[in-house]
């Protein structure tokens, strides 16, 4: 199985004003087809070959960079272009989620308000993220292609702070771009999706 770059979910211009279609299209034609590419040339005659994506990403990482990186920036994108839909974000949380982050992090502001926090203060490129670590939710953040999946955990949500992905909308104004991720393009009802997957 090779890796493949999958349409996104919803028109190039459907995200606007908080993603521009000229993000998009650099984002996922230009970025994403790139890990695809040298992800599939990475992969070729790799011990990893024909493996499910989440086990090339945890297997590469720590032995083979190159792949790691790709794969890693592979899965990480297919999740990212799900985790946003038009009309999202606000606070339209499905119960069982809701309830679990109120029981975990002390409410959904203070989720919202330290998951832009991890995106603001992670140094460089990365993410940052909502995840389920030993049963319970947690914000984490990542460098680079990383992700909870290679620290013990199963991320939920997360959003891409490389700068690929809001300099063109937002400039330097990393807080202004998280801020509009999580007011204004969250799809909740794919991350409740992800929990209920991750619990099991
Ligand atoms: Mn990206």
């Known amino acids: 199985m090779s890796f493949s770059l999958p349409e996104l979910p919803y028109a190039y211009d459907a995200l606007a004003p908080y993603m521009s279609r000229e993000t998009l299209e650099f984002h996922h034609d230009k970025h994403h087809q ?3 590419t040298n992800g599939n040339n990475l992969l070729k005659g790799s011990e990893w070959e024909g493996k499910p994506l989440e ?7 720590g032995k083979n960079a190159g792949l790691f990186n790709n ?13 946003m839909k038009p009309n999202g974000g606000g606070d339209k ?30 140094f460089g490129s990365g993410w940052c993220w909502l995840a389920v670590k030993d049963g319970k939710l947690a914000i984490m953040k990542s460098a680079n292609g990383e ?8 991320p939920i949500l997360g959003c891409d702070v490389w700068e690929h992905s809001y300099y063109i909308d937002y400039r330097n104004r990393r807080p202004d771009y998280l ?18 997957a991750a619990k099991k």
């Open 34 to 36: 790139a890990y695809v």
């Open 55 to 61: 086990e090339v990403v945890k297997g590469a990482f």
């Open 71 to 83: 794969a890693g920036q592979h899965y990480n994108h297919l999740h990212f272009w799900n985790w």
């Open 93 to 122: 949380i499905p119960g069982a989620l809701e309830k679990q982050i109120v029981a975990d992090l002390g409410s959904v502001a203070k989720m919202k308000e330290d998951f832009i926090q991890a995106g603001v203060t992670q």
């Open 147 to 154: 992700s909870p999946l290679v620290q013990g955990a199963t």
């Open 179 to 196: 801020k509009a991720f999580v007011d204004n393009l969250v799809n909740w009802d794919y991350v409740a999706k992800l929990y209920e």
